[in-house]
């Protein structure tokens, strides 16, 4: 497990985090269709937190895209970088997101958030941040649609309907289990929405999160109660607050 510290010169205000994503969401690359699904590498990342004890830990899980076997795993454990605020919570997450995801032992592939890329108030959630700084391909899928409407996707796997910002296509809600609620996909950097959807249901043979996220989340939940000292199964705080506006 890797141990991080606050990055020297990391923004510590609504207004400097602010100016930081208006520089690097210019560099957002939209005009790439991304790797092909199923094939190379593909990589999960999460994070859990004790809000109390001012810890954040991240796991970054990386999976053969074609059998979604696991072909290494890394985790990092720091202080909470920026304070909760509703639309930067890239901020909280990023440096010890960055450190797991730097011990891997092997390149990384695409990336898959828990969370949004342009499907943000911004244009610019967690999977866009993470994306330019790494300069790899990344994508977001939440679960929820944090501000955004759409219209319900029919309710066969596979079925998705626009999420809409006004008049802007910002991500979609996918359907990735018949019947059950849908995931809300966005594109980060250097992928397409078609190619996002279609990883996404390649990630989901049999249930509604994919496999990168299922994986890379029990993996940070570990790391943070290793780095309390807790045994398996104890009961620590984990994620940032919930809420709508709660998505990163």
């Known amino acids: 497990m890797t141990t991080v510290d606050i990055p020297a010169g990391w923004p510590a205000t609504e207004e400097q985090a602010r100016a930081v994503q208006d ?8 005009d ?25 830990a991240a796991a970054a899980v990386v999976l053969d895209a074609a059998s979604l076997d696991v072909v290494a795993e890394a985790t990092a454990v720091g202080r909470i970088s920026f304070p909760y605020v509703p639309g930067l919570l890239a901020f909280r997450e990023i440096p010890t997101v960055l450190a ?30 993470l994306g330019v700084l790494t300069g790899l391909p990344t994508i977001g899928v939440a679960k929820n649609p944090f501000t955004f409407t759409y219209d319900m996707p029919g309710t066969p796997r596979g079925a998705s309907a626009p999420l809409m910002a ?17 995931v809300y996909v966005s ?4 992928v397409s929405l078609d190619t996002a959807c279609a ?9 509604r999160l994919p496999e ?32 709508q506006y709660s998505e990163s």
Do not use: N
């Open 166 to 182: 006004g008049t802007e296509e910002v991500g979609r809600a996918l359907r990735t289990r018949a019947g059950v609620k849908p």
């Open 23 to 30: 520089e690097l969401r210019a560099r957002v690359v939209l």
């Open 212 to 243: 990168t996220t299922r994986r890379a989340d029990a993996l940070c939940r570990e790391a943070l109660q290793e780095a309390l000292g807790e045994a398996p199964g104890e009961s620590v705080t984990r994620h940032a607050p919930t809420s």
């Open 199 to 207: 990883h996404t249901l390649a990630l989901t043979p049999a249930y």
């Open 100 to 129: 797991a995801l730097a011990a891997l032992p092997v390149p990384p592939g695409l990336i898959v958030c828990d969370g949004y890329g342009l499907a943000h108030p911004r244009r610019f959630g967690l999977a866009s941040h």
């Open 32 to 56: 790439q269709p991304g790797p092909p699904p199923g094939s190379g590498r593909v990589t999960g990342v999460d994070v859990a937190y004790d809000d109390e004890r001012d810890l954040v």
């Open 187 to 190: 594109v980060g950097h250097r």
